[in-house]
């Protein structure tokens, strides 16, 4: 019989009446790497949470650690999402704060950042450098932490938990954000450190894993139950397909066939080049996806066509017909576009309930709104039927599981029935059959004549309506494609294939 590593109790957790764990037991071998997945809202990040002591629980949780000359004996729980302060210590930042540089000096860079987290960690700051590379993160070291994507942010976070070294360490969805090839190195990373000694739970429901794992276990009614394999984790109920609510089968009026065209647009910071030379075209109809990897100027183009980013008037941009400064204002622009973003979803209003979300999609707020019409209230209800969310309207969307937090942002996204569709990366964190159903969804609306820009690294999750494809590298357009589904992915047909021959 294995040694056994750690010892968990009869451990209960309960959210005001709602028990979350009930009296969970578990022991957990010497050697064993597990990974916690199945349906959503079932406890796993509050079991991980627990574990590491940052959640109040009832029971007993015993870790046996060894002596070990470079794996700290402490539980180390890495959250879904990273969340940085500003010099301050302030985390009360708005989502289009990191395009203005001038205020954005008020955060740390990354090497900043990370001399200063090995200086408390005493990890001498030599010892980082091979993981930056591994992960593709040297060339960022210069950044402010507000200039960061949501995929750079989270290598930020992985690399601080690596470097780190626990004994147990425990990833809460540490694949969000990340694109193919960066998944692959912190598997062989994890795989590494595993090999050391170091102790693995992974929470997630993602089929790549490392191969150290060889445990799968998910919750059911408050205990943990183990299962064969990822395949064998429980999906969320299939939702029942829905006729959309009749304001969102109007096709939209455009006055021009041009919904966006860049010409040769440039945007840097200081010495650093973010996107370089790029020109691109999205005609009112076309359903695009842009890719590329971490840090290749996605987020930083998707800023200028939805009128956050200040050095859009000094480029040669058109959007909806109409140049950029020539006399239309920011909400001219935000009327005609739907967004979803991870970064609107990190810095959401924390005090808005699932009804006052979807609501503050007529005003392109952050939670925030003026009262709404009686017309504009009947969308939202409609819209919250459509979704299967009115049961939940009056509760905080963060404390939802987080495929109905999405469908909640998707549900504000499309209020308006906006033309223009920008969804950056909308299924970040749901598991296969979530994103199966919102990517249903969208393809639904782009079938009354909506324009979409698509942000998503894998093929086989992507709306079947996806027609074309750009691919950014280092700020530069890499490719342009049309595209033609087959099957459950997109065959490429080359319009473009290097930036040079633009």
């Not at 470079?70 to 708005?94: A, C, H, I, M």
């Not at 109409?322 to 739907?338: A, C, H, M, Q």
């Not at 820009?453 to 996806?466: A, F, K, M």
Request: aromatic share 8%; glycine share 8%; proline share 5%.
């Amino acid at each position: 019989m294995p040694n056994v590593f750690a010892h968990i109790d009869q451990l209960t957790v309960r959210y005001g009446n709602k028990t979350v764990l009930d009296g969970l037991t578990w022991s957990y071998a010497q050697g064993s790497h597990w990974v916690i997945g199945g349906k959503s809202g079932t406890g796993k990040s509050t079991l991980g949470k627990a574990i590491a002591g940052q959640h109040p629980s009832q029971g007993r949780i015993q870790i046996t650690y060894a002596d070990h000359d470079s794996l700290k004996p402490v539980t180390l729980y890495v959250p879904n999402w990273y969340q940085f302060t500003n010099l301050e210590g302030d985390r009360n930042f708005y989502y289009q704060q990191r395009y203005n540089r001038h205020q954005g000096q008020d955060t740390l860079t990354v090497r900043a950042e990370l001399e200063h987290f090995g200086a408390k960690e005493n990890r001498p700051f030599p010892a980082v450098l091979p993981l930056l590379d591994v992960l593709g993160f040297r060339q960022q070291l210069d950044s402010q932490l507000i200039e960061l994507s949501s995929g750079e942010h989270k290598k930020l976070q992985l690399v601080k938990a690596l470097w780190f070294r626990p004994q147990l360490l425990i990833l809460d969805e540490p694949y969000t954000g990340l694109d193919t090839a960066s998944r692959q190195a912190l598997n062989t990373c994890l795989d590494a450190l595993a090999a050391e000694g170091l102790h693995l739970i992974i929470i997630s429901n993602d089929p790549d894993l490392p191969r150290a794992i060889n445990r799968y276990a998910e919750i059911q009614n408050g205990q943990l139950a183990e299962v064969a394999s990822p395949l064998a984790f429980s999906r969320d109920q299939s939702r029942t397909k829905k006729t959309l609510p009749d304001f969102l089968r109007a096709r939209p009026n455009l006055d021009s066939e041009i919904v966006v065209r860049l010409r040769d647009v440039h945007v840097r910071y200081g010495d650093k080049k973010v996107l370089n030379g790029v020109s691109w075209e999205v005609k009112a109809g076309e359903k695009w996806v842009l890719q590329g990897p971490n840090g290749s100027g996605k987020s930083t183009l998707l800023s200028l066509i939805n009128a956050d980013h200040p050095q859009a008037y000094g480029h040669d941009i058109t959007l909806f017909g109409n140049k950029r400064g020539s006399g239309e204002s920011i909400w001219d622009i935000k009327e005609k576009i739907g967004m979803i973003s991870p970064e609107m979803h990190w810095y959401f209003d924390p005090h808005a309930t699932v009804w006052h979300t979807v609501a503050s999609g007529f005003y392109d707020s952050i939670g925030w709104f003026i009262d709404v019409t009686s017309q504009e209230k009947r969308q939202i209800d409609e819209l919250l039927a459509f979704f299967d969310l009115s049961n939940a309207k009056n509760e905080l969307l963060h404390t939802l599981p987080l495929g109905k937090q999405r469908l909640a942002l998707l549900a504000r996204t499309i209020i308006k029935n906006p033309p223009l569709l920008v969804l950056d990366e909308p299924c970040q964190g749901l598991d296969g059959q979530q994103t199966q159903y919102f990517n249903d969804v969208v393809d639904e609306l782009c079938q009354h004549g909506k324009t979409l820009i698509y942000v998503g690294h894998y093929e086989s999750q992507l709306p079947r309506g996806i027609e074309k494809r750009i691919v950014l590298e280092q700020g530069h357009v890499l490719k342009v494609g049309r595209l033609h589904p087959i099957g459950d992915i997109h065959r490429e047909e080359l319009i473009i294939e290097t930036a040079d021959k633009q």
